[in-house]
């Protein structure tokens, strides 16, 4: 492989080019081989890098890690000569905002360990040869030509790795048992369809290093003796799912897929399957049958997939992240990954961080640090000098946790124990300004809505509670709604089929129990405590704050504001939706909520 | 445009020789029906019924099952798209990040609901589920480009954009 000092990634996102960035790219390739840097300077196409619309065209150099921005053919012969010759950084081309990549991901934050997320960002996704540098390929390699399926298992199992995926049941076990059954061919499956509002660290892996995925999924076959594999990718994802299909016809001419690998005998192929739209489809069961190109709705398990899974053949199926952690375990050692995390929780784990927090974006951490670490130092704190209310954690189908759970330390049994779970890493943190029962309104939206409608419980029953909630939201919640509640929760728990409906009621649990005095409030006062609940609040437009700019008649969707320019304006309540664009586009803070 | 000549069953003969290519390209596949149809809707824009009838009998599956499918993913659609599809996303994070205020100023400017298209076919206006963006918030796509951090301000020109070209 060549040396090179110096790496260019140039956008050839869609809108770039259209914006002229094959022309500034080939500008740049002909000026580097006039000025005779051509072998020192690698030039790569990427995918976005900043925002294409404000941006583009724009690349980034490595290793200065400098973001440049808006060019044009004309201006490459003074870039090149600048910062390729004479080593100097042009200001007057650098971005005047932040990378896209760099803002989801950036530099590692303190605390952060980076395992799974090691190489995104650094590598060229599009380059064999790239993650090949980075010790790529070399565990499979020490896999097929010096251990028995039996040792890594062993290995997988002594470091104590669990499924990322939400539940937590250790990866090695679900190998051992898919191993034993003795039928063929066994198949291995990928679940990429991360669904969890909220999470995106499974994008984030499969679009920046899909090897990893890829060299794990050939280990993990090899330790159970599968010869054909799918990951099941969710269409929202278009650019994970080219990315995977370069990856693994690049593995295909590299021999480390398909027949014979490494000369051992053993074979194996991959194959990408796209989901279309269903949240379900991340239910193991219903991501096989949607493989299999039905409906993706859940069976009852017992038979679980290792038994009979993919045509009715034994299955193994693992999460995204702990297919990707397997190369490093081999390459590193059982004891290296179990010295990280807590007793029963090894290792690492990426989380997305979104909501009202400063930082958001990925993370990956080791397991046992506390609520409060990833919150205030990882995150940055909440956003706007407000106050943190609560925490989603596990996506649609886990539990909020409040300031008293701040100091648990981040594990399986921790977080199941407090009432909520793990899931798949998706944190979304929310400030005073949230309204509670609008939040479980929205979670049971989204249920309702990805419901299969397979089990009445499930079908039937999110439906009932998201009609409560919205009944308590508009202002029309009864005497007894509460009751009512809990024992739909605590029925649609115990008779769901599969873990969608099973889980389905735990946001509205956690809330209730959490914030039963904000559901109170609704009912009974017919208030939102945190002024969101449209039908219990109104705008106001303060006559000595306002300016009378116009800016907020202008953006009024119902045209409720009137006023003349200079004076101050007003609303009307009768024509109001109370959507709140206007207190959102006010530049002097003159709207204020009333309850 | 070329002029395209329609059968009795309902579809067109450019149509119709696109779905028998994905067809012909899929049908050995295990599980092959989610891949053409995942293929028909990236390539013909819908699925409509005519097509599923046709695809049920080229695959040789009751139509019943190819109907099921369809309706069950909801990426599938059985109409044709706007020229520009944007998709509000409705993932969390965004729906706290003001996704529904945008919509709401969307219907005024276009006049359709979610899942509706403009008459003149430039726009269709759909729901969709956490794109994955989360850090961008509030996001809508528009067709294959996700939209990130948009100011409610600013909002209204790209409405327009679209509904012009």
């Not at chain 1, 390729?84 to 081309?93: A, D, P, S, T, Y």
């Not at chain 1, 009932?464 to 202002?475: D, T, V």
Request: charged share 25%; aromatic share 6%.
């Amino acid at each position: 492989m060549a040396f090179y000092r110096s790496h260019v990634l140039i956008s050839v996102d869609p809108e770039c080019l259209s914006r002229g960035a094959h022309e500034v790219l080939d500008a740049l390739n002909d000026e580097l081989i006039v000025q005779g840097l051509n072998d020192e300077v690698q030039v790569l196409e990427t995918s976005r890098i900043g925002d294409p619309y404000r941006l583009g065209p724009d690349m980034l150099v490595y290793p200065e890690n400098v973001h440049y921005a808006n060019l044009s053919v004309d201006d490459i012969p003074y870039l090149v000569e600048e910062h390729f010759l004479k080593g100097r950084v042009v200001e007057k081309f650098r971005a005047s905002e932040k990378a896209i990549a760099d803002e989801e991901l950036g530099a590692p934050k303190p605390k952060e360990v980076r395992v799974v997320l090691r190489n995104c960002g650094k590598i060229d996704p599009h380059n064999i040869e790239d993650y090949i540098a980075e010790d790529g390929y070399q565990a499979l390699a020490r896999v097929i030509t010096a251990m028995k399926p039996e040792q890594v298992i062993d290995e997988v199992m002594q470091s104590g790795l669990r499924g990322r995926g939400g539940a937590g049941f250790p990866a090695a076990k679900k190998w051992q048992l898919c191993r034993q059954v003795p039928d063929n061919p066994k198949y291995l499956t990928c679940n990429a369809d991360e669904g969890d509002p909220g999470a995106f660290m499974n994008r984030r892996v499969l679009e920046s290093d899909p090897h990893s995925v890829v060299e794990g999924m050939i280990i993990a076959a090899y330790a159970i003796g599968a010869r054909m594999g799918y990951i099941y990718c969710r269409a929202e994802y278009p650019i994970a799912v080219q990315n995977l299909n370069i990856a693994i016809s690049q593995a295909r001419e590299f021999g480390f897929l398909g027949e014979n690998i490494f000369g051992s005998g053993f074979s194996f192929e991959l194959e990408v399957r796209m989901g279309a739209g269903a949240f379900v489809c991340g239910e193991e069961t219903a991501l096989i049958a949607s493989i299999e190109g039905k409906r993706g709705e859940p069976r009852p398990r017992p038979p679980f997939p290792a038994v009979k899974g993919v045509w009715g053949k034994p299955t193994n199926n693992n999460n995204v992240e702990t297919y990707a952690v397997v190369p490093q375990i081999i390459l590193n050692g059982a004891n290296w990954y179990a010295s990280m995390g807590t007793e029963k929780s090894k290792g690492t784990k990426t989380f997305a961080i979104a909501g009202d927090v400063i930082h958001t974006g990925l993370i990956e951490v080791p397991f046992g640090i506390t609520l409060r670490e990833v919150i205030f130092e990882v995150g940055g704190g909440i956003k706007d000098g407000k106050k943190f209310k609560a925490i989603q954690t596990g996506g649609p189908m886990g539990g909020c946790l409040v300031e008293e759970h701040l100091d648990l330390p981040l594990d399986y049994e921790a977080l199941t124990a407090a009432g909520s779970m793990m899931g798949s890493g998706g944190l979304i943190i929310m400030d005073d300004e949230t309204c509670m029962v609008d939040m479980a309104r929205f979670f049971m939206e989204f249920t309702q809505d990805e419901s299969c409608g397979k089990c009445t419980p499930c079908r039937v029953g999110t439906r009932r509670l998201l009609e409560i909630h919205e009944k308590i939201c508009a202002g029309n919640g009864e005497p007894g709604d509460l009751e009512l509640l809990e024992d739909l929760c605590s029925e649609i728990m115990k008779n769901s089929l599969c873990g969608l409906g099973q889980g389905a009621p735990n946001p509205v649990v956690s809330m209730m129990k959490h914030f039963r005095a904000e559901y109170e409030a609704h009912i009974f006062e017919k208030k939102c405590p945190a002024k969101v609940c449209r039908a219990l609040i109104c705008y106001e437009i303060q006559p000595p704050v306002c300016t009378g700019c116009t800016v907020c008649s202008r953006n009024c969707p119902v045209e409720a504001i009137s006023g003349e320019r200079r004076q101050a304006h007003q609303i009307d309540a009768a024509k109001c939706i109370r959507c709140g664009i206007c207190a959102q586009v006010c530049n002097f803070n003159a709207i204020s909520v009333l309850s | 445009m070329e002029a395209t000549v329609t059968h009795t069953d309902g579809i067109c003969d450019n149509k119709r020789a696109l779905l028998d290519e994905i067809i012909t390209a899929n049908r050995e596949r295990p599980g092959a029906l989610m891949v053409v149809l995942n293929e028909t809707q990236n390539k013909v824009g819908y699925v409509s019924e005519p097509m599923q009838v046709y695809i049920a009998r080229k695959m040789r599956v009751p139509v019943g099952a190819v109907h099921g499918v369809v309706t069950f993913y909801s990426f599938f659609t059985t109409q044709p798209r706007g020229k520009h599809t944007m998709k509000f996303c409705m993932g969390t994070a965004c729906y706290v990040g003001g996704v529904p205020q945008l919509m709401e100023k969307a219907k005024q400017l276009t006049g359709i609901e979610m899942g509706q298209t403009t008459s003149d076919g430039q726009l269709t206006m759909e729901l969709c589920r956490c794109v994955g963006a989360c850090s961008q918030a509030p996001v809508v796509t528009v067709d294959e480009e996700v939209i990130g951090r948009i100011k409610p301000t600013k909002f209204p020109q790209l409405i327009k954009k679209l509904l012009e070209g």
